[in-house]
């Protein structure tokens, strides 16, 4: 098992960064890839970004540079800065983790972009 938590959302103006944070905790050494999807209003889910355990990324088409991910092994936390905040990215930003071929999700964090 693995439990996921995200911190770091909030309230935020356009323009403006965030830096979200997913500590996971639980079978760490099993965890393969993690990563951030989100929960737009009145959309499906969709993947943000991912990092494989080696450092490999993967981001949307949508990010445009604007996102980075970032993973630090030995604190067993995955990082997304968001940069030049929109208010189209008001939402839920869930974390995600692969491990053994089963999928695990953290509560999620809220952020809210104004204009």
């Known amino acids: 098992q693995v439990q996921l938590v995200e911190s770091g959302g909030g309230l935020a103006q356009a323009g403006e960064s965030l830096r979200l944070s997913c500590a996971a905790s639980?079978?760490?050494?099993?965890?393969?890839?993690m990563g951030w999807y989100r929960h737009l209003p009145g959309k499906q889910r969709e993947l943000v970004a991912a990092?494989?355990?080696?450092?490999?990324?993967k981001y949307a088409d949508f990010v445009e540079g604007r996102f980075t991910i970032s993973r630090d092994n030995a604190k067993n936390t995955v990082y997304l800065q968001v940069n030049s905040l929109k208010p189209e990215d008001t939402g839920v930003y869930y974390c995600?983790?692969?491990?053994?071929?089963?999928?695990?999700w953290g509560l999620g964090t809220l952020v809210t972009v104004s204009s």
């Open positions: 995600h983790a692969e491990a053994l071929a089963r999928d695990y």
């Open positions: 639980g079978s760490i050494s099993s965890i393969n890839v």
């Open positions: 990092i494989s355990r080696g450092g490999g990324t």
